[in-house]
């Protein structure tokens, strides 16, 4: 562990979800292939749409409307979408296809590997502090045995802008009826995470389980405290960590 500031009272806790309280990457990584041979298997020619070809179209899309880059769901709908109108498919048959290619996705995008320390930490905090959580994602927490801990959980594009936006902190923060001051933000990513918090008010603390250097990435502000364990936010309100 290791302090950047002082920390002030800590009466609340919020959490971003994924790379913080299980590793998403894996997670990704399925549901994108999942997707791809989907398509294959749709498509009458596998050449028709490829991964080059996917990540072209959706890095288009979002350049033409930003917003889509707020709601990870309707981005890859819109994705689909408008890949199958431009291989010739008409726009309701497009529409039904997005939305079981979407749903597919959905079902491997849950298929989450939540470490059994993840639920005794959370469980210890959760029987002291309001857990509230915040995330960028498209993961339903019920489905993956989060759910339980958190008082509230929203996600960007449903409830508002991504982080490092305003729009979750400030729920959040509503919610909570607490100052933001008083309020630990815990999240594994500098920008959305640690920038956000700071910005927003709340005090942060950057999840660094993968021992990244600060001096090696562009960072915009300093988090308050930088843990490499979950279990080191136990002596932050009091608790034992073993």
Same mark, same amino acid.
């Given at each position: ?16 979800? !994924?790379?913080? *309280? @299980? ?13 791809? #041979?989907? *398509? ?11 991964? #080059? ?30 890949? *199958? ?12 296809? +997005?939305?079981?290619? &979407? ?36 993961? !339903? ?18 409830? $508002? ?12 923060? $509503?919610? *909570? ?6 309020? &630990? ?7 959305? #995470? ?12 950057? @999840?660094? !389980? ?13 988090? !308050? ?5 979950? +279990? ?8 034992? +960590?073993?």
């Amino acid at each position: 562990m290791q302090f950047y500031r002082h920390l002030g009272p800590i009466n609340a806790l919020t959490f971003d979800l !994924d790379d913080t *309280l @299980y590793d998403n990457r894996p997670v990704i990584v399925r549901a994108e292939q999942t997707m791809l #041979d989907w *398509l294959v298997q749709l498509l009458p020619r596998p050449d028709m749409l490829r991964r #080059d070809d996917w990540l072209r179209l959706k890095n288009q899309l979002v350049a033409v409307d930003p917003s889509l880059s707020h709601d990870v769901s309707e981005w890859r709908y819109e994705t689909i979408k408008i890949g *199958l109108m431009q291989l010739g498919w008409r726009l309701k048959e497009a529409e039904l296809a +997005a939305r079981h290619g &979407l749903e597919l996705v959905l079902v491997e995008r849950n298929k989450v590997d939540v470490p059994a320390e993840t639920h005794r930490v959370l469980a210890l905090l959760s029987a002291q502090l309001p857990l509230v959580g915040i995330t960028n994602g498209n993961v !339903d927490p019920q489905k993956i045995g989060l759910a339980e801990y958190f008082s509230e959980i929203y996600h960007a594009g449903r409830d $508002g802008f991504a982080k490092p936006e305003a729009d979750l902190f400030t729920k959040a923060i $509503g919610h *909570l009826g607490i100052p933001a001051h008083q309020i &630990l933000h815990v999240g594994d990513h500098l920008h959305s #995470d640690v920038f956000g918090a700071k910005r927003h008010g709340l005090q942060a603390c950057w @999840y660094n !389980d993968q021992r990244r250097q600060l001096a090696a990435t562009n960072v915009r502000c300093l988090p !308050d405290v930088e843990i490499n364990y979950l +279990a080191e936010l136990l002596p932050l309100i009091g608790l034992s +960590a073993s």
